[in-house]
């Protein structure tokens, strides 16, 4: 069992800055990757930003270059440093971690945090 925690989100002019921090605890030495999913009203949660126990990162189009995923070496916390916020950012963010076990994927999920721009 792994339980992922967000902190971080708020409200941000457009330009602006905020981390996302995910606290991770419970069995995260088996975690083969961490992620940033976002949900937007009305729409389908997305991949945001991805990185894997070798340190793969992976992001999507619409935040390459602005968005930075990082993690500390104990999958103990995985950040989301989100620079030149957009009017087209604000969603819930929500921190994922996969687990592969004899049964198949195994993914987790935090409760979300909300992120908003505006002016």
């Known amino acids: 069992q792994v339980r992922l925690v967000e902190s971080g989100g708020g409200l941000v002019q457009p330009g602006g800055s905020l981390r996302l921090s995910c606290a991770a605890s419970?069995?995260?030495?088996?975690?083969?990757?961490m992620g940033w999913y976002r949900q937007a009203p009305g729409k389908q949660r997305e991949l945001v930003a991805a990185i894997t126990s070798t340190g793969t990162t992976n992001y999507d189009d619409s935040v390459k270059g602005r968005f930075t995923i990082s993690r500390d070496n104990a999958w103990n916390t995985v950040y989301l440093r989100m620079n030149i916020l957009k009017p087209e950012d604000p969603a819930v963010y929500y921190c994922n971690a996969i687990m592969w076990t004899t049964g198949g994927r195994l993914d987790y999920w935090g409760q979300g945090t909300q992120v908003t721009v505006s002016s």
């Open positions: 419970g069995s995260t030495s088996s975690l083969s990757a």
